[in-house]
């Protein structure tokens, strides 16, 4: 025999005998105790896993949220964001305030500011129940551009139409949200309505470059060339330039039918810009 087993007395007993010879326990009655409080161990320790992975899942989500919402405005524009998605974060999310902020406050300090949608500003200040808005809107059209489903890259291009034309209807000459409405049209391939909105948008804020060259882009989709040439022309005289704008004029896709079948006329408003990019 030679081994021995102890009771859980602290007992040691010879291996053959069964009982416990201090106690009277049977040796049996041990191990299904023993695997009994190791399932429970298990289960208690899923169960508060399982527990805090759902209290933190909405803060997560709701994070993931907030830096999509970041925006370039200024001091006070940033506080009506903050305030807008405090109120998302307890309305759709059951995030407490307290707890929103410092998500909101985090995600500011850890990242760089987003550009609204191809970078389309003005000075042009618009109404604030308008700006909420268009805010709304700029965060819906951030998070379709960041998908690569397909569905929900449609919900939330359609929401982001229905916030800048809720800042539109508000605000009739917010020049911004006809631009941004306009890029969404071209994100969902609608050119002839975003055509619309940009002239629009130039009406508004004629000096404006990024609004110029989004017009270009929709000319060139169109194969409205000459149009596209002359907008491109304007763009560049109102100041669409330095690296982005470098980078958009060599390799913008919109763009192709101008490089394709109008380069000489192309490259000839490139350089009457002092831009040498064309060969």
């Known amino acids: 025999m030679g081994s021995k087993w102890t009771c859980t007395c602290g ?8 009982i416990c010879n201090s106690c009277g326990q049977n ?6 105790i023993a695997i009994l409080a190791t399932v429970v161990s298990v289960v208690l320790v899923l169960g ?3 527990l805090y992975y759902l209290i933190k899942q909405p803060e997560r989500q709701f994070e993931e949220i907030v830096k999509m919402q970041i925006d370039n405005g200024t001091v006070s524009y940033e506080q009506l964001i903050k305030n807008e998605v405090i109120k998302k974060a307890k309305t759709e999310h059951n995030i407490p305030d307290d707890k929103a902020k410092s998500i909101i406050e985090t995600a500011l300090n850890a990242l760089p500011p987003q550009q609204p949608i191809n970078g389309v500003k003005t000075t042009l200040k618009p109404n604030v129940e308008a700006e909420k808005h268009f805010y709304l809107g700029i965060t819906f059209a951030n998070a379709a551009k960041s998908t690569n489903t397909q569905k929900i890259k449609e919900e939330n291009l359609s929401n982001a139409y229905k916030e800048f034309t809720d800042a539109i209807n508000i605000d009739p000459n917010y020049a911004l ?6 890029s969404v049209l071209m994100l969902q391939k609608k050119f002839n ?9 130039k ?5 404006d470059p990024n609004i110029r060259y989004n017009l270009v882009c929709v000319y060139s989709l169109l194969n409205k060339t000459d149009m596209a040439l002359d907008e491109l022309d304007t763009a560049l005289k109102n100041g669409f330039k330095g690296e982005t704008a470098l980078t958009a004029l060599r390799t913008d896709s919109d763009l192709d039918n ?10 000839h408003v490139l350089e009457k810009n002092n831009i040498y990019i064309i060969k």
Do not use: Q, W
């Open 258 to 267: 101008l490089r394709k079948f109008r380069k000489t006329e192309y490259k």
């Open 48 to 50: 508060i896993a399982t």
């Open 193 to 201: 309505k975003a055509e619309t909105d940009l002239i629009k948008a």
């Open 11 to 18: 007992e040691s007993n010879e291996n053959g005998i069964n």
């Open 177 to 182: 949200a006809y631009a941004n409405r306009a």
């Open 203 to 207: 009406e508004l804020a004629p000096n």
């Open 27 to 32: 040796k049996a009655v041990k191990k299904p």
